[in-house]
């Protein structure tokens, strides 16, 4: 699911980020105020996830968590 073709990507601006979001790539936090990726599937956009953009870049080595 997790892939450019079936996802919208948005990149967040530090500015942008208003709050902290759980990473599915490394499970760690994305503090507020971090700049970061935005992956909305196009099939299912309520099942959007953030991501720093180290873990969207090395997805296909480390798949998601859980």
Do not use: F
């Amino acid at each position: 699911m997790w892939t450019e073709e079936e996802c919208e990507i948005r990149v967040i601006q530090p500015y942008q980020a208003r709050k902290s979001y759980l990473c599915p790539g490394c499970n760690r936090d994305i503090p507020a105020k971090k700049g970061h990726i935005v992956a909305v599937p196009h099939l299912a956009p309520d099942l959007r996830r953030h991501w720093h953009k180290g873990c969207w870049a090395n997805r296909v080595k480390r798949p998601p968590v859980g």
